[in-house]
């Protein structure tokens, strides 16, 4: 029973928690549908055996934030033909498109992907580099990273020493990249490294080579990343990053945006190790013209908040000043789960079962000073008032009656008292504080009653002790929402109640209680053990 009692909580719990997660990530997340058009005049090298011309589009690359929801790629001529193609070592992704016929072709690749809300982040995984592969990205490439150029190296010598970490010459050159080269005035203006060093100033793919040139430089490997800003443009233009290999991971670095090992959630990359979204063999005239469109969401998800009989189960969408109130009824079979740990495995006695989780209660609802007060005159008015109406002889209710009625008019005073200093005293803090402990009283006399003051006393006691441990849970807020909105939960409750139902050990307590005559059994068993008989008495 106990497991199918887990089973289901866990099934329960975990449904609602898809189920919500779902929909507020689906409110939260946004649609965007990246489009390339791409235009191109196929000339293959004749006289070749297997002349082809070769355009290579680049695909989105996931993200932890970017989501691939659909691909899909249209040509116009069936001779050309189309194959995605995804790499082992840098995870490129792209289609390829071959032909071996010359003439003018047109392709359109249509990219669906949902951005998830929070942080993006584009080096999750953790990635070791050969020798070979540190190499390739460490090495110069003739004017592209011109790692060995004198205007480079005169940089190199205004950068942090040798004494220096790689994270202070990483910092050094971004600053350098992002601050100390101006923009150029037009966009393919200041592409070259060596222009951009010798103006100061450069474009913003020019702005991304200088700096993977000075981290090459350097011996820190570095590449460069293509991508998109998912942002409503139906003229989009691709943005050319960093990353830097570092502690086993490629870490980003936007000398453009000002972005430094962490990117903003939006940026889609296509490429690592290329500034170029497409590359083509054989090819010329190649056009490509890109859009970013923001789609609208799906429409089962924006009439979730149609009524329907399954909202029932939903707690949280009744009104907010309800959820107090609930959070509080929910909490309480957790109260009644601590008294039966504390009444059952640790033998405290307490005045019933539910008594110390609603004296807890008492104390929420009402503040520290009314409940004190309230509670002091409760106590002191009913053992007064026991002592005095024992001379009378009185049958139990009627002297019982007596008593409430003196605990009440002494409340009453007391609240006008504190209403005297303290203005703004509800009713409700006073009410639900005095109904609790009215009938705490009651089950206080009857006990004193049937046993004897000394006992009742300890239950008071025992009770209190409880209520206090009750008090700390009944008081968390976050665990209060927490059972509103899972109430599932109380399967695991109702599966504790029943472990706990079934122990038939030793309560803690009367381990301390017997302990005398446990010693003494011990020592008895010692002292009155038969000793073994040795082969010599035998004989």
Known sequence: MVLVLVALGTLAVS?????????????ADSLWRLTYNVHFEADPKVGEQEATTLVRLGRPYPASSIEIVKEDISESDPSLQVEPWESGVSGNREFRLTTGHAGKYQVTAKFDLRLHAGKWNSHSGLESLSQVREASFTRSEGDYFPTQSSRVGKVLQKAPGNDATDSEKLQWFFEFCLSGLEHAS????????????????TSPLGRAKVFVTLCRAANIPARLVSGFEL????????????????DNRWIPFDPVNG???????????????????????????????????????DKQILRAEVRRPSQILNLTRLPLKLHATLSLMLLLPLGALITAVLRNIVGLRTLGTFAPALLAMSFIYASWGTALVILTVVVTVGLVGRTMLEKLHLLMVPRLSIVLTLIILCVVFAVSLLNYWMPGQSAQSVLIPLVILTILIERFYVTSEEDSTSFAVQLVLGTVVVAAFCYLLLRSQAIGQLVLTYPEIHFFTIAAF?????????????????RDLVKDKTETDVAGTTPVPDDESLK
Do not use: C
């Open 15 to 27: 449904t609602r928690y898809q189920t919500r997660e779902q929909t507020q990530l689906a409110l």
């Open 186 to 201: 037009k966009d393919d203006e200041g592409d070259d490294v060596q222009y951009a060093l010798a103006f100061k100033r």
């Open 231 to 246: 942002r409503h443009n139906e003229q989009a233009a691709p943005h050319v990053w960093a990353e830097v290999h570092r």
């Open 259 to 297: 972005f430094a090992r962490e990117m903003r959630d939006g940026f889609v990359p296509i490429r690592r190790g290329g500034a170029s979204i497409i590359q083509a063999t054989d090819a010329k005239n190649v056009v490509a013209n890109y859009s970013i469109l923001r789609l609208a969401p």
């Open 498 to 514: 029943i472990i706990i139902g079934r122990y038939t050990g030793y309560r803690l307590t009367e381990l301390w209680r017997f």
